[in-house]
């Protein structure tokens, strides 16, 4: 009785949850990395050096850092279907006032504002999947979810490179027509989050009494068994030892992902091809990870290993990188986007379920936590793209800027090692009996 109940309201939620929320991250991406594409002629138009690009495209995660903790806690204490609206509605207005920047000034206030308008997205999805699903499912729903960023760059990037051939319909520049055009999906998507989305299990009236009163009762029996080794504070929580490295080791994953969103249009570009063959190239490495990550966490989740499931991603991208810096053609460029691709995005769904499995006692620690980890780990994209930018400016390449990403995924990857050998409470679940 208790695992078909189990298996009914698991693909209930699952069907009712996930493809809304993938929805809303894919929407969210785009206007993220939408930037890569719009300097393929924005650059030029408004007088844009690499590194005065790389550092304004980065500039977007200070605004994360500072307001993603405080943005999470507002999200756990007033619900979640208010605040991820409230996030979306005002991160579209942000993103569609990019079309009207006129120089590197304007360049960097927006997109910081861009970050403090989209802080607590991320994680506040995160946390909310820990109110619904076990953890043993969560990895697998997690890549799901996530699953939408490279989704967002297969369907993303051909769409980007065709509004750039809007260039000059009714007076305006093909990159702000983009700006203006992939912002009003968020802004229209807020309102509908306001009626569709559901706070928490104990207010699923689309779920029946029964199947209400199992996932109530699961997820408190999973909460109250992690409370013996949780943090007890919000600021004991942030200082979780374990935060603070899955924070580092985040920061790598984040510096190549939007190394990739912000640059690899143009690697891609330097061949002498056009907007619209750069958009459709793009996809390509995207579409192989999207496929990649969910092998990737289904085979996580059927094991019970988190560990090297996260380095091996780590080094596979992070290879990628450095055979993107020796490639000399287009073929050779796109087999190392699709390595770092792969990596990447096979990264994320493990490594994301191990905070959810320790952060447990008083649910603002666990939101303070999770927050914790996305903030710091996105400083990577800053440093990696402002990286790539200096670089490139002092030498005219890429290749050390990507080898210098690489390094850092390496380092990601080296952490991990360390922090499950210093564990002395397992941060893997019991694997799975099948």
Known sequence: MASEIQTRVLRKITLRIVPFIMLLYFVAFIDRVNIGFASLTMNKDIGLSPAVYGFGAGIFFWGYFLFEVPSNIILHKIGARIWIARVMITWGLVSAAMAFVQGPTS?????????????????????????????????????????????????????????????????????????????????????????????RPEKAKWLAEDERR??????????????????????????DPRVLALSLIYFGTSAGLYTLGVWAPQIIKQFGLSSLQ????????????????????????????????????????????????????????????????????????????MPTLFLSGPAAAAAAGIATINSIGNLGGFVGPAMIGWIKDQTGSFVGGLYFVAGLLVLSAVLTLLLSRAQTAPVEPVPQSN
């Open 214 to 239: 199992w996932l109530v009762e699961t997820m408190n029996v999973e909460t109250t068994s992690k409370a013996a080794t949780a943090s007890h504070s919000i600021w004991r929580g942030l200082a």
């Open 278 to 353: 750069v958009g459709f190239l793009n996809a390509l490495p995207a579409t192989a990870a999207v496929i990649a990550m969910i092998l990737w966490a289904r085979h996580s989740d059927r094991t019970g290993e988190r560990t090297w499931h996260v380095v091996w991603a780590c080094l596979i991208a992070a290879a990628g990188l450095a055979y993107a810096g020796l490639a000399t053609g287009v073929v050779a460029v796109l087999v190392a986007l699709t390595l770092v691709n792969i990596g990447i995005s096979s990264a994320k769904p493990p490594l994301w379920s």
């Open 107 to 199: 360049f960097y206030v927006l997109r910081f504002l861009l970050g403090v308008a989209e802080a607590g997205f991320f994680p506040g999805i995160i946390l909310y999947l820990s109110y619904w699903f076990p953890a043993r499912q969560r990895a697998a729903v997690t890549a799901l979810f996530m699953a939408a960023a490279p989704l967002s760059t297969v369907l993303g990037s051909p769409i980007s490179g065709a509004l750039l051939e809007m260039d000059g319909m009714f007076g305006f520049k093909g990159w702000q027509w983009l700006f203006v055009l992939e912002a009003l999906p968020a802004v229209l998507l807020g309102f509908v989050v306001l009626g569709f989305l559901t706070d």
